[in-house]
């Protein structure tokens, strides 16, 4: 036995020390909740096991577990959320709901991987009371608010929801199709997984085991006449196709795209074969996000640094010109990490008639992204900025969302 076998079994808060797998499983659950964690991680590592959450985007070691009680939890865990504990060699998948100690319930989401060392049991926290957010309540300021409200009046055409793993595209998805279901429209969503169940709307989930993607989906939905489509993610060249004819044929189409840019957004549309005439003719627009994290309102502090002038393309953003920057601290109201919350960021990029231009006449990225920006659209690197100079957020996290040399030049 080596050292770390011998790792110490550290209590979660007003918990008994040693308690049975299944409380131990259960007030876990109950604390990544409270600390607003969107995944719980149980991986074995060589020697233990190791209990991780995501808060805020990042990943944070919270326990050690001595390993045969590390493997009681995650016997523990896949039985709650009804996946196979015996089966070890293979990747499982569950759902369940869990209630918790202090009476509330909470919707997880398991999925377990064979691992070197043994497995690794991640867990997606879906909780039930904050749910589905409203497209005011993502964090977009009221200029992006704007934009995107005006773009999802549309009554039909395509609107894409660009950006990396976790920079918070579905929810925008599901908060636009939220802001649009109000019993006047016929509402299809075609999801990998369905995230939360909303009342008034049609939601199907593709099945890969049995073959159902989201292109054989989509066409069965387009026989059900409806009004709005939100499709989980465009991944394939049928789908793409098929999204962009029923933008032009009078459906409103909202889906989510793997893409860099705004501009690049289009690009991707058209690696998978789309006719740039009709991609022009169908795009709303391009909401390319990030997620960054806000300053704590409680501890954040000034910077020594004086700031530099607002450049001229944000000075309507930004009203008043800081005379510095602010930054992270660390107090008991943020876990002394000195951030409060996600917040989304975005580059928005609206159809117009030269960008439809632009896009029918095969235009590089580069040129479609010169013609929005001349058009008034601020680059994410420019909307983060806008944070930046508001005090919302610190030079630090904006570098780590989007390095630029822009932001370099926010201080003296
Ligand atoms: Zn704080």
Known sequence: MTDQDNVEFEALEGEIEISPPEIYAANLIEW?????????????SEH???????RLGKVQTVRRLARDYGHKLQGHLRVIAGSDAGDMLRPTEGRGVLHTPNGSKVDLR???LPTLFG?????????????TRSLSELGYDSH??????????????????????ASGKSSTLYAAVDALNDETRKIHTLEDPIEHGIPGIMQSQVNLRIGLDFADLLAVVLRHSPDVIMIGEIRDARTAQTAIRAGISGQLVLATIHAKSAAEAIDSLVQYEANPKFIARSLVGVINQRLIRTLCPKCKQASTQPASQVPERLASRVPTSPDHLYEAVGCEACFEEGYEELTCVSEILQNSHEIEEAIASSQPAATIDA?????GMLTLAE????RVLRGETSLVEAQRCAPDPLLLNLEQ
């Open 119 to 131: 497995q690794d049991v991640t867990i997606r926290l879906f909780d039930p009371v904050r749910g």
């Open 32 to 44: 990544a909740v409270d600390q607003h964690a969107s995944d719980l991680f149980v991986s074995d």
């Open 371 to 375: 013609v929005a920006r001349q058009q």
């Open 110 to 112: 398991l999925s377990t």
């Open 144 to 165: 992006e608010l704007e934009i995107i409200r005006s773009m999802i009046a549309k009554p039909a055409g395509l609107i894409l929801v660009a950006g990396p793993v």
């Open 48 to 54: 233990s096991v190791i209990i991780a959450i995501r």
């Open 383 to 386: 909307t983060i900025a806008t």
